[in-house]
T-cell receptor, first 112, second 112 residues
Framework: DAGVIQSPRHEVTEMGQEVTLRCKPISGHNSLFWYRQTMMRGLELLIYFNNNVPIDDSGMPEDRFSAKMPNASFSTLKIQPSEPRDSAVYFC??????????FGSGTQLSVL | QKEVEQDPGPLSVPEGAIVSLNCTYSNSAFQYFMWYRQYSRKGPELLMYTYSSGNKEDGRFTAQVDKSSKYISLFIRDSQPSDSATYLCAMMLNQAGTALIFGKGTTLSVSS
């Protein structure tokens, strides 16, 4: 199994631009999570899905952030418009056993 | 008070030392406790998974949970340079679709 696949690996963009992060979870996993990691705040949960349905999006910072999971094998996290304070590493994780998460390698986002 | 507190370190030890990593938490309802290891530029990976109070051992690693003190520990025996990483504690309320809450992580460096 290839594990959780995230793209792009790095993203550099200018303030105000739209950013789309992509995630392919491990086949057979029914839960998908988006986390954001910074030195100051650590690993923060943004949103998670069970069976493609958003369960808790209380961690999404504001309306500029949106996430979708159109099917069991794909999810996107979109930021529009992006701001410098959005710069962080964004991780996607999936699982079919609560607590036993498998993380992707992350997307390093830099907003200039 | 944050839900999960973890000393960020860094912690530097010589090869072969016993390492103790700790977290405290405020929510007495947490029942499941995990330790994740994160190498530089990688996503976290699950190291230990425990339920309620007690000890769990896996090779050189021992996880301890003291729910009465709201305190969890990870011990690493005979530490190796390959153990150099950031260790994140995580916990959740139950298995019914709740998400993990992570500590900020402790950075460990083991020198040969």
């Amino acid at each position: 199994d290839a594990g959780v696949i995230q793209s792009p690996r790095h993203e550099v963009t200018e303030m105000g631009q739209e950013v789309t992060l992509r995630c392919k979870p491990i086949s057979g996993h029914n839960s998908l999570f988006w986390y954001r990691q910074t030195m100051m705040r650590g690993l923060e949960l943004l949103i998670y899905f069970n069976n493609n349905v958003p369960i808790d999006d209380s961690g999404m910072p504001e309306d500029r952030f949106s996430a979708k999971m159109p099917n069991a094998s794909f999810s996107t996290l979109k930021i529009q418009p992006s701001e410098p304070r959005d710069s962080a590493v964004y991780f996607c994780a999936s699982t079919n056993v609560a607590g036993k998460l498998f993380f992707g390698s992350g997307t390093q986002l830099s907003v200039l | 008070q944050k839900e999960v507190e973890q000393d960020p370190g860094p912690l530097s030890v010589p090869e072969g030392a016993i390492v103790s990593l700790n977290c405290t938490y405020s929510n007495s309802a947490f029942q499941y406790f995990m330790w994740y290891r994160q190498y530089s530029r990688k996503g976290p990976e699950l190291l230990m998974y425990t339920y309620s109070s007690g000890n769990k051992e896996d090779g050189r690693f021992t996880a301890q949970v003291d729910k009465s003190s709201k305190y969890i520990s990870l011990f690493i025996r005979d530490s190796q340079p390959s153990d150099s990483a950031t260790y994140l504690c995580a916990m959740m309320l139950n298995q019914a679709g709740t998400a993990l809450i992570f500590g900020k992580g402790t950075t460990l460096s083991v020198s040969s």
